[in-house]
């Protein structure tokens, strides 16, 4: 039968409007089916049963064409609809959703089996099709269950078996898709996604399930191990120990876990220890998706511990896809003893070691060489000794005369066994091997050590850190950044790593980021939170942001209205934005909570600078020089040189260049910490017409400059400085340029262009002009946002009430404390019925008593609390200071006494001293005083003890002069915590 073909007049889609009612009034139609012609005219009512009539001939006698398709498809999902079969789909997939969510968490915690969880997932995925089908066939009605009723139709029986098929088929489709996303949790496999990119993972603590709650240093010691054993599969990505320890006891979710340790795998578990039994249970998580890829439970004795270990390896391994690059499957791991029993005491150190305290070292000491009488070849119980007894010196009272020869012992046991070990143990040793030969001063021997600790295993985030250490005693810091960068992307979380990147950042001017690190470490907590709280606010002041410079030191002084670091900071950020009487107001309330604390003294140094104010500047000063009983303080002398020149006093001003400039014993000398000073040497040169020197300054600026570069740092300071130097070679132009370039990367201290003398041609130039109208418009805008915003308020500093003790308490605390290597000593004496201390040879001051092992500096903000063992033996003090807290160990220490030496002979000992390493020390005579300057530091003064030994009262270090037997000078040793340093004296 030929297909029906509407007349002209109308086409399908009007007869379709018609029968819809969507035409009015009266028309014509004419239809043509087959050969049979109708013409009719109706009413709108009739012409539409004609059209809905036609229409229906046409689908019954050629088919649904495309257009009909799609209106079944339509009315289809309006039945589903009608039906609630979406509604009820919805639901059974949120329900089911979570039913699996709640089994996966509480399914491991009772034991139940992994196919209870297995058959769970399959009844929900059948139930889905067949909920469907009941929602399509019934209702529940206030009668009951009642079968769904048809919907009225026009259309034929064959069109309504065809659009019954096409909704059971969209039922179907339905079912088969959120069948999939209950399974899978996603739009496919979870591994997908996983296999075809980065594969990483964080090995979380496991949870100690045990009766014994002490039995948690063994399921913290499993997810370590596994850890170690991951970490030797090249193609992944294992986050470090520090960081993913982190979240230990944290109830946080594993999803944030992940992307904080920016891994997108997590693999967490249980360990339960009964006697000699084990039960571990281990489940393997997708971030992205928060699903469980695997999970599986072992039981078995602790001889099978480390088989254990192997077989949750290799799970991983299938089920992330890894290729393992000729690595045995079946020895993934390395059974490292034989003995079980040393393996648990080797964990119970290493529990011990992660605790750094004193007590908790040596506990690990006694563990270690326990493990070790067991098991003599027990390498890593060797690696764990040394690193107890290096950090002992750190964290305890060893000092590194009884600790290093001890480490070095056990560092040589373990490398003599060090090639039965797989990459990643040796890589340990051989850290622990360089830093053990850094502190002993032997840097190209560490060089070495940690380049081969690294090559080894790369993801030794503490060999990165410890080589980036060294590195920049080496004074490379570009090299030492990049080291610190591996290290903390292998272990974001940890507090060193995060220190030591922070600070590297800072110097090569990437404040934005050295901010991030300080920010972790005060999320992390720390016994220096006021200190990165101060930081932090530093690194927007270096950047230009001094509105949230502002805020954020506000915002470190409500946390601890103590910290002068902070308040001074904020004194200083006052005075770039043009805030003189704010930036002296603060600046004098933090010299007044403690008169001596440097950088309070250098805030109010700059506020009077600022205001040409040379006079009461030049008081403050020289008052607080003669109270701290030490002249040589560079910058203090510097700034009284910079005030002389400011007042027009030229000779007083040469008086004080000529001071500074004998701190390094005559020499001029220009490193980072002095570059600021060394402008004010060169300003003074300018001002009294003495072109030589000051082209040698200058020259030796410009070293610095380049050399700047070459680290890559950029830094708005250097710029400022390079517009200093242009000034001071009348090159105006040149100087207007670079101080606008200073200013657009966030230099604020202008106020150093209006008041430093080295800018006085600058001063007098056109470019001036332009220059101050960019910096002064600046800060304006920067002022009146400040002043919409609400501060953080400032709280009160606590006070102090002072207590009578018994006289022994007082003479049990007597004696000498160091807080680290190279540091002034703490003497303490009894005085009366309180302490004085003294720091190094600085003035002494007061410790009054407000307990029985709590003192209080009644012109300052510091607290001494000294701390005891279990036998009452002093072991060190903590010191509290403007949020921070300083721990100083007691040292057995006596200070030698002073004897008188000839000039004559001290005039023997004056020289150059190459030490190994090239590193340099000068050696002077001053009057009848014999002074070392080593490279880049001042110079220190030499006592002597005897007629060749000579002691210093800033440090514990002690030096030796060797004279041949026509006494002539050959060398010195260094004899600093028993670490000898041998030196030969230059012709």
């Not at 496991?206 to 002490?214: A, G, I, L, Q």
């Not at 020197?693 to 708005?716: K, T």
Request: hydrophobic share 40%.
């Amino acid at each position: 039968m030929p297909a029906p073909v509407l007349a002209p007049e109308y086409s399908a889609k009007d007869a379709g409007a018609m029968w819809d009612g969507n035409e009015t009034g009266k028309a014509s139609v004419k239809i043509t089916v087959g050969t049979k012609r109708l013409q009719r005219e109706s009413s709108n009512n009739s012409l539409c049963r004609v059209a809905r009539h036609v229409m229906t001939i046409q689908r019954t006698d050629r088919g649904a064409t495309v257009s009909d398709i799609g209106s079944n498809f339509r009315a289809s999902m309006q039945d589903l609809k009608r039906r609630k079969v979406f509604r009820v789909g919805a639901s059974y997939a949120l329900v089911a959703w979570i039913l699996l969510q709640v089994a996966e968490v509480t399914f491991p915690a009772f034991d139940i089996p992994d196919s209870a969880m297995r058959f769970l997932v399959i009844l929900v995925i059948v139930g889905f099709p067949l909920t469907l089908v009941l929602a399509w066939l019934f209702d529940i009605t206030p009668q009951g269950v009642k079968r769904t009723r048809e919907t009225p139709s026009p259309t034929t029986d064959s069109v309504q078996s065809r659009r019954r098929w096409i909704d059971f088929a969209i039922i179907g489709v339905l079912a088969v898709v959120v069948a999939v996303l209950i399974y899978r949790g996603e739009w496919g496999d979870p591994r997908g996604s996983i296999a075809a990119g980065d594969r990483s993972i964080a090995v979380l603590p496991f949870v100690n399930m045990s009766n014994e709650p002490s039995n948690e240093y063994f399921s913290d010691g499993i997810s370590e191990e596994l850890l170690n054993v991951l970490a030797r599969i090249e193609t992944l990505r294992v986050a470090a120990r520090t960081s993913s320890f982190a979240y230990k006891g944290q109830n946080q979710n594993v999803q944030e876990i992940g992307r904080a340790l920016n891994v997108n795998t997590i693999l967490e578990g249980s360990v339960r220890k009964s006697g000699d039994r084990l039960r571990v249970t281990a489940q393997l998580i997708d971030v992205e998706s928060g699903y469980h890829l695997w999970s599986d439970t072992y039981e078995a004795t602790l001889d099978d511990v480390f088989a254990i270990q192997d077989q949750i390896a290799m799970n991983i391994v299938e089920q992330l896809q890894l290729e393992l690059f000729g690595a045995d499957p079946q020895t993934l791991t390395r059974a490292p003893t034989a003995s079980v029993e040393a393996y648990e005491l080797y964990l119970l150190g290493r529990d011990r070691w992660h605790k750094r305290t004193e007590e908790s070292l040596r506990e690990a000491i006694g563990f270690f060489e326990r493990a070790l009488a067991i098991d003599p070849e027990y390498v890593r119980a060797y690696t764990g000794l040394a690193d107890s007894y290096i950090l002992l010196v750190e964290y305890g009272n060893l000092t590194n005369r009884d600790a290093l020869p001890k480490a070095a012992a056990a560092i040589d046991e373990a490398l003599s066994r060090v090639a039965q070990l797989p990459p990643d143990q040796q890589s340990e040793v051989y850290a622990s091997q360089g830093l053990m030969l850094q502190v002993r001063g032997e840097r190209t021997a560490a060089t070495a050590a940690y380049e081969k600790s690294i090559a080894l295993a790369s993801g030794n985030a503490m060999a990165h850190m410890w080589y980036g250490n060294l590195l920049n005693e080496m004074q490379r810091p570009r090299e030492a950044l990049q080291q610190y960068e591996i290290a903390v992307q292998l272990e974001p979380m940890s507090s060193p790593a995060n220190i030591n990147i922070s600070y590297a950042l800072m110097r090569a001017g990437r404040y934005d980021e050295a901010r991030q690190h300080f920010e972790v470490l005060v999320s992390l907590g720390s016994d220096f939170d006021g200190h990165y709280r101060e930081r932090a606010a530093t690194t927007y002041r270096a950047a230009g942001k001094l509105g949230d410079a502002v805020r954020a030191y506000r915002s470190a002084l409500a946390v601890d209205p103590q910290n002068l670091g902070a308040m001074a900071g904020l004194a200083e950020t006052w005075l770039d934005l043009g805030d003189y009487e704010l930036a002296q107001q603060w600046s004098e309330k933090a010299v007044a909570m403690d008169w001596r604390n440097e950088h309070a003294r250098q805030a109010l140094n700059s506020v009077y600078m600022a205001q040409g104010n040379s006079v009461e500047a030049r008081e403050m000063l020289e008052a607080w020089l003669d109270r701290k009983q030490h002249r040589e303080v560079g910058w203090a002398l510097n700034a009284l040189a910079l005030h002389a020149m400011q007042n027009g006093n030229n000779a007083e001003a040469g008086s004080y260049i000529s001071e500074y400039l004998q701190t390094y014993s005559g020499e001029f000398t220009v490193f980072e910490e002095n570059i600021a000073e060394v402008a004010t040497v060169a300003a003074h040169y300018d001002r009294i017409g003495d072109r030589p020197r000051l082209e040698n300054v200058l020259a030796a600026i410009d070293s610095y400059l380049a050399q700047a570069q070459e680290h890559d740092f950029d830094r708005p300071a250097d710029h400022a400085l390079r517009a200093a130097v242009l000034s001071l070679r009348d090159q105006n132009d040149a100087a207007a340029a670079a101080m606008l370039e200073a200013i657009r990367r966030g230099f604020g201290a202008f106020w150093m262009v209006d008041a430093h003398p080295v800018f006085a041609s600058f001063r007098k130039s056109a470019g001036y002009e332009q220059v101050s109208s960019v910096a002064r418009s600046t800060s304006s805008m920067l002022r009146a946002q400040l002043a919409n915003i609400a501060l953080p308020p400032y709280p009160t500093p606590p006070g102090h009430t002072t207590v009578t003790i018994a006289s022994n308490l007082l003479d049990r605390y007597t004696g000498f404390y160091l807080s680290a290597k190279g540091s002034k000593p703490l003497e303490v004496v009894r005085d009366g019925n309180h302490l004085t201390a003294r720091l190094g040879s600085l003035a002494p001051f007061k410790l009054l008593p407000e307990d029985d092992n709590r003192f209080f500096v009644p012109d300052g903000i510091s607290v001494f609390l000294f701390v005891g063992d279990d036998a009452g033996n002093v072991t060190h003090i903590n010191e509290l200071n403007g949020g921070d807290l300083h721990r100083l160990k007691r040292v057995d220490y006596t200070r030698p006494e002073t004897v008188k030496v000839a000039p004559a002979i001290l005039d023997r000992y004056v020289g150059e001293y190459e030490f190994p390493e090239s590193y340099k020390v000068v050696v002077t005579r001053d009057g009848e005083a014999l002074y070392a300057r080593p490279d880049r530091q001042p110079r220190v003064m030499l006592l002597p003890s005897a007629e060749t030994q000579f002691f210093l009262l800033d440090d514990l270090a002690q030096i030796r002069f060797d004279v041949d037997r026509n006494g002539v000078v050959t060398g010195a040793v260094i004899n600093d915590d028993g670490i000898e340093q041998h030196g030969r004296k230059l012709l």
